[in-house]
């Protein structure tokens, strides 16, 4: 699993069962295992988001490699753009977060 971060103030967006809601326009179908959300969607054999309720989205994924290069680009672009959505960092940022991340040893 992967944490990424929340932005600052952006929980509100998260909160009351909005994060399923993301996640169905994103991917259609969303299941709830315990205190984590579960779907597919092209590529993604299975899609795990968890929230802490606080500051942290905890991300699962297992691929399926045997899809078409086209199906498999277009399922990275919806993820993206869903984890843009759900934490409120565009991906460059996301990006330079877990570079520091690693720069700090907390990876």
Not at 77 to 84: A, D, H, R, T, V
Not at 85 to 101: N, P, V, W
């Amino acid at each position: 699993m992967q944490d990424y971060e929340i932005r600052r103030g952006h929980q509100k967006e998260l909160d009351g069962g909005k994060l399923k809601q993301m996640m169905q326009e994103a991917f259609g179908n969303v299941a709830e295992e315990g205190a984590c959300l579960v779907s597919r969607y092209g590529a993604l054999a299975r899609l795990t988001v968890g929230w802490d309720g606080k500051n942290t989205l905890k991300v699962g994924t297992q691929m399926d490699p045997k899809v078409a290069p086209d199906v498999a680009q277009s399922t990275i672009k919806k993820y993206y753009e869903f984890l843009e959505r759900a934490t409120g960092f565009s991906s460059k940022e996301r990006g330079k977060r877990l570079q520091k991340k690693a720069k700090e040893g907390k990876l």
